[in-house]
């Protein structure tokens, strides 16, 4: 993957508001959520401890000094939240399982309460007409396998395939589409190098061999799928920040160059290539992992589809100049809807991928719960409103261009708990009260509620 320059052949965008008739037949508009950060009930129905658990423990880990021990509550309130769900008008509902709640301890016996309860959520998503995607790992690792070495062990990478067998197995093609893992950068780097999320390992060796069996489970996890559910598709969610260099001198290019191989391409080339980046691969030099012979064909497994999650773009300056007229959200990353249109024609120009959809997009602002005079409560979040069109106008405007892009995944349905931030970010297009666990739709999910109920596009 090459460093993005620059943006050739814009399309100027619609001056009216988006419809669904911006969008190709059968776009499929949904929201996403994760089990860790929604679900709560961390220590019911047989649910085996996660790494997160443990890592939430850790004095300092989280900045607020919380967990997700409770979160959202979800585990007791799924019926009432896919009621929110159908209520936006959305297709498809993203949302991913934990591993410690169907395997406790990460391998052999199979919690029945697990199960059950992930089934029971798959058919109340039927029962109301959203289309289920699954996400099989989001993070959750089961702490008996970080015990026994985590990802830098490559068994986890088996144990992974076992895994998602078994959910395969028991949910069938009642879902969709079927996610091996969300995000490997975030398990793997941010994780085991820079040790901002669980374990919290700052090693960049055992970083890159995680890196490494998480791709190896993915492709495990795809062969043992394959047959179980032939019908449903089979895929990966990576995260994407497209690099670009602040000026043209050679410091700045090869800086944008060498971040946009460790972040993007690092983790896209075994997937679609079939290989490691040559030139990231020789800046690693001994911290480079031990490939077996075959790992590579394993990984290369045929994808269904690509999932793209995008919120920023990286921006390289050997002399720390900062984008000009820049905003920028409460994680302070930049506002730059253009890199998500320029994302999607660069992996569509220069790589051979499956059908895309974007996975994840949006924004954190510090939310503020309002009483109106009618006395109902509000959150009036207009920045949030004019990030979610602009980045589905970039959506649309790679789809002019001849991508098949074939659905977005607004984060989040809800605010959750935002990982090592705890409570103090706020993504979601519903506002949650923590305190008694109130929601409440936010002028964006009214905006994106809006679109995804507008008139889809004839035949």
Known sequence: MTTIQGTQHAVQPTTRPLTRADFPAGFQFGVATSSYQIEGATREDGRGDSIWDTFCREPGRISDGTSGEVACDHYHRWPQDLDLVRSLGVDAYRFSLAWPRIQPDGRGAVNPAGLDFYERLVDG???????????????????????????DHRDTAHRFAEYARTVAARLGERVVSYATLNEPWCSSILSYQLGQHAPGLQDRRAALSAAHHLLLGHGEAVKAMRSVVPGSELGIV????????????????????????????????????????????????????????????IIRQPLDFLGVNYYTRGYVSASGQKPAGASFTQMGWEVFPQGLTDLLLRLNRDYPVPPMFVTENGAAYPDTLSVEADQTAAVHDAERVHYFAAHLEAVRQASVQGVDVRGYFAWSLMDNFEWAYGYSRRFGLVYVDYADQT???KDSGRWYQALASSEAPGP
């Open 125 to 151: 998503m039927l029962e109301r007409g959203l289309r289920p995607y699954a996400t099989l790992y989001h993070w959750d690792l089961p702490q008996a396998l970080q015990d026994a070495g985590g990802w």
């Open 238 to 297: 990576l995260n994407f920040s497209p690099t670009y260099p602040a000026t043209e001198n050679p410091e700045d290019r090869a800086a944008a160059r060498r971040g946009d191989g460790e972040f993007n391409r690092w983790f896209l080339e075994p997937l679609l290539l079939g290989e490691y980046p040559a030139d990231i691969w020789e800046g690693y030099g001994t911290d480079v992992p031990e490939v077996h012979p075959g790992d590579l064909e």
């Open 439 to 441: 929601r409440v739709l």
